[in-house]
């Protein structure tokens, strides 16, 4: 069965810092990986998917990048700001189409 | 364009009384799928549709809780005789090009 785990639970940062989430994954047999971002009360905003054949995508401020081999997925934010405080949640497809299975999340704040 | 919606954003109801759920996806995408957040417990895969193949139930807890698609589209999620723990978000996705794209949730509080 697989299991997503992310590290940290959560994170507190001075805005214009660069910072690193990380998630693992225990099967390494994925289909693709997505971070979302969940603001409190509302649904889930897709940030960036990375098929399994790639090593990393980029969008603006975030890079993801994705070593199936071991297992693991970092999110990286640069230059944080306040306006980027929330829950990241980075989950795993095993195929195509195929139900996502996710992490407990980091919480993320961004001081002024 | 219109992204994922779904309705009601909230719904308080009776420990014992049947609810519906109700998901309008994205016009086009043809897979669906209904995930569960509830507090401390992370996210938690339900049902999935795609197109007109026999739905993926295998994460449905237990047979109070049941799921249709009228036409390809429209999704419903039914839980009858609802007890305390169904007390969560629940979380409808559609997908395109391998992107699951999310609504913003109704909270079921069961007293």
């Known amino acids: 069965k697989q299991e997503v785990t992310q590290i940290p639970a959560a994170l507190s940062v001075p805005e214009g810092e660069n910072l690193v989430l990380n998630c693992s994954f225990t099967d390494s047999a994925i289909y693709n990986l997505q971070w979302f971002r969940q603001d409190p009360g509302k649904g889930l905003t897709s940030l960036l998917l990375?098929?399994?054949?790639?090593r990393e995508q980029t969008s603006g401020r975030l890079n993801a990048s994705l070593d199936k081999s071991s297992g693991r997925s970092t999110l990286y934010i640069a230059a944080s700001q306040p306006g980027d405080s929330a829950t990241y949640l980075c989950?795993?497809?095993?195929?195509?189409?195929?139900?996502?299975?996710f992490g407990e999340g980091t919480q993320l704040t961004v001081n002024p | 364009g219109a992204g994922v919606s779904q309705s009601p954003s909230n719904k308080v109801t009776e420990k014992g009384k049947d609810v519906e759920l109700r998901c309008d996806p994205i016009?086009?995408?043809?897979?669906l799928y209904w995930y569960r957040q509830s507090l401390g417990q992370g996210l938690e895969f339900l049902i999935y549709?795609?197109?007109?193949?026999?739905?993926?139930k295998s994460g449905l807890p237990s047979d109070r809780f049941s799921a249709e698609r009228t036409g390809g589209s429209v999704s419903t999620l039914t839980i009858q005789r609802t007890q305390q723990e169904d007390s969560a978000v629940y979380l409808c996705?559609?997908?395109?090009?391998?992107?699951?794209?999310f609504g913003p949730g109704t909270r079921l509080t069961v007293l």
């Open positions: 996705a559609s997908t395109r090009l391998d992107t699951q794209y």
């Open positions: 990375i098929q399994s054949s790639q």
């Open positions: 016009s086009g995408h043809t897979a």
């Open positions: 549709f795609q197109g007109n193949s026999a739905p993926d």
């Open positions: 989950a795993v497809t095993e195929t195509s189409g195929s139900r996502l299975t």
